[in-house]
């Protein structure tokens, strides 16, 4: 295969997703604390420390309550900025044995045209430039830095081989990690 393109539209699934998928990782982070504070309570019972055992307890109990909250604003705080975007905007990423050439635009025709004849709507750039590629069942996030991305929908490849053969490329040119999300 020579090249394989994927066309998609900025929508709310794909950033919510996006946004969900880079906070799994700060989860598991999440879960690792809630791990030690355990240890803590452990060895705090086993001391016959009370203090610390009543202090690790409400640790246990309100840190995941107050990530929960911590989290739900922050998705809110995540669409809200991105409502004047969605089902506006288009990405047309080509991908190329070594080079990704990306396009976008605006879903109206007539202002898409007005970029055009600015020609400041297209790019290439080296797979070695993503900092990381997230994969979920619907989407394949195409991540540039930590909260920075592109989100592409897996529907809008021809094919399950173009996804594989995009896979191909990003593996073999340098992108840190591939990580599928459930």
């Given at each position: 295969m020579?090249?394989?393109?994927?066309?998609?539209?900025?929508?709310?699934?794909?950033?919510?997703?996006?946004?969900?998928?880079?906070?799994?990782?700060?989860?598991m982070s999440s879960a690792l604390?809630?791990?030690?504070?355990?240890?803590?309570?452990?060895?705090?019972?086993?001391?016959?420390?009370?203090?610390?055992?009543a202090i690790?307890?409400?640790?246990?109990?309100i840190f995941p309550i107050l990530l929960f909250v911590m989290y739900q604003n922050g998705i809110k705080?995540?669409?809200?900025?991105?409502?004047?975007?969605?089902?506006?905007?288009?990405?047309?990423?080509?991908f190329k044995k070594d080079v990704i050439e990306f396009e976008y635009g605006r879903v109206d025709e007539k202002e898409n045209e007005e970029l055009k004849k600015k020609g400041n709507n297209t790019m290439s750039f080296?797979?070695?430039?993503?900092?990381?590629?997230?994969?979920?069942?619907?989407?394949?996030?195409?991540?540039?830095?930590?909260?920075?991305?592109?989100t592409l929908e897996k529907q809008q490849?021809?094919?399950?081989?173009?996804i594989e053969q995009v896979r191909t490329w990003l593996t073999t040119k340098g992108v840190r990690y591939i990580k599928k999300v459930k």
């Amino acid at each position: 295969m020579e090249k394989v393109v994927n066309k998609t539209v900025f929508s709310k699934d794909g950033f919510v997703s996006m946004n969900k998928a880079m906070v799994t990782r700060n989860l598991m982070s999440s879960a690792l604390l809630q791990a030690v504070i355990l240890i803590g309570i452990i060895l705090s019972l086993v001391a016959q420390n009370w203090t610390m055992l009543a202090i690790f307890g409400a640790m246990f109990v309100i840190f995941p309550i107050l990530l929960f909250v911590m989290y739900q604003n922050g998705i809110k705080k995540v669409i809200r900025s991105g409502e004047d975007y969605f089902d506006k905007i288009y990405y047309e990423f080509t991908f190329k044995k070594d080079v990704i050439e990306f396009e976008y635009g605006r879903v109206d025709e007539k202002e898409n045209e007005e970029l055009k004849k600015k020609g400041n709507n297209t790019m290439s750039f080296s797979y070695e430039t993503l900092f990381k590629v997230i994969e979920t069942n619907d989407y394949m996030f195409l991540l540039v830095a930590k909260a920075q991305g592109y989100t592409l929908e897996k529907q809008q490849f021809a094919s399950e081989e173009e996804i594989e053969q995009v896979r191909t490329w990003l593996t073999t040119k340098g992108v840190r990690y591939i990580k599928k999300v459930k």
